[in-house]
């Protein structure tokens, strides 16, 4: 591995991603596998952004934060698998250390941002069911901007600091392997020495704020939602008003449940490769299985990209 000299040293130095070489002996099946998932999630996110745009009915607050989750997962999904798809059919793969520290930011940006548009989706759906007079006035087109805007640029500044403090820090000797298919945030601080508590410590802090906050909004929203729903006296009124939030509700479910078992869950004395495949639940599999969700669960959804695909064909 090559290794520059100098002052430029820790931003020229070339690190080694392991990746899934443990699964060189099955040939392309993985790169095919993974590519296939890849194509899915990022095609049907664009399907689910033109459905939305190409429908003036859907041009509400609901729609408008679902197409920007719908972006976030691209740009996720798109930070991790290229260069996974690469590392398959090389048996690993080189990246520099900034390339890494950027991988890492982008990855830990988007997911905050994630956390935070799913707060404020949850609060969308709290207003119009439990608001409803005041829901046009209260979720207007410019609050639901200000609101998606505000997440996308929260998890870009906050994830920030956790990179900022990377810079003082020097790489420890011969530490050069990631025993990883991307640059997640426990493999990027076990490369550097020194102080490296406080960046352990700011980004724990930070990214547990970003993750738990937004859960807590989410759930206090839901519970004011299920008592105003339990108060409408007709089976079917219950039924029309929770169905808006059935797909969000497992949105929700699938980000935070695979949350917990890649980052809560303890993983220390499994063998790499399951490590591994649990870390592909949260970055690999739940952006596909987003779109889908609300693509079977909503049947304004539903129409608008039956009504898509008749147009495109």
């Not at 095609?43 to 939305?52: H, M, W």
């Amino acid at each position: 591995m090559r290794k520059s000299h100098g002052d430029n040293e820790n931003q020229t130095t070339w690190l080694m991603l392991v990746g899934f070489g443990e699964l060189q002996g099955l040939r392309f099946l993985p790169f095919t596998l993974f590519l296939a998932i890849y194509l899915v999630t990022v095609g049907s996110n664009i399907l689910l952004v033109l459905a939305v745009a190409s429908t003036r009915t859907l041009h509400t607050p609901m729609y408008l934060f679902l197409c920007h989750f719908s972006l976030l997962e691209i740009g996720y999904t798109s930070n991790i698998m290229p260069p996974l798809l690469q590392s398959l059919l090389a048996g690993g793969d080189t990246i520099s250390l900034a390339s890494c520290l950027v991988q890492f930011y982008v990855f830990a940006s988007l997911a905050a941002a994630e956390c935070l548009m799913l707060s404020a989706m949850s609060y969308d759906r709290y207003l119009a069911i439990c608001h409803p007079l005041h829901y046009p006035a209260l979720m207007s087109t410019w609050s639901c901007s200000c609101l998606a805007t505000g997440a996308w640029l929260s998890g870009f500044f906050f994830s920030a600091f956790t990179l900022a403090l990377a810079a003082p820090l020097s790489l420890c000797p011969g530490n050069r392997v990631i025993d990883h298919y991307f640059c997640d945030f426990a493999p990027v601080v076990g490369l550097f020495c020194g102080e490296v508590w406080i960046m352990w410590g700011a980004g724990v802090g930070i990214s547990g704020c970003l993750t738990l906050v937004p859960f807590v909004l989410i759930v206090t929203s839901y519970i004011f939602i299920l008592r105003t729903v339990l108060r409408i006296p007709s089976g079917h009124g219950r039924q029309k008003a929770f169905s808006t939030c059935s797909s969000h509700l497992s949105v929700v479910g699938v980000f935070y449940g695979t949350l917990v078992v890649v980052y809560v869950a303890p993983t220390d004395h499994m063998p790499p490769l399951l490590r591994k495949a649990f870390s592909v639940l949260y970055t690999v599999l739940t952006p596909m299985v987003n779109p889908i969700i609300y693509s079977l669960k909503n049947q304004e959804v539903k129409q608008a990209l039956q009504q898509l695909w008749r147009q495109l064909v």
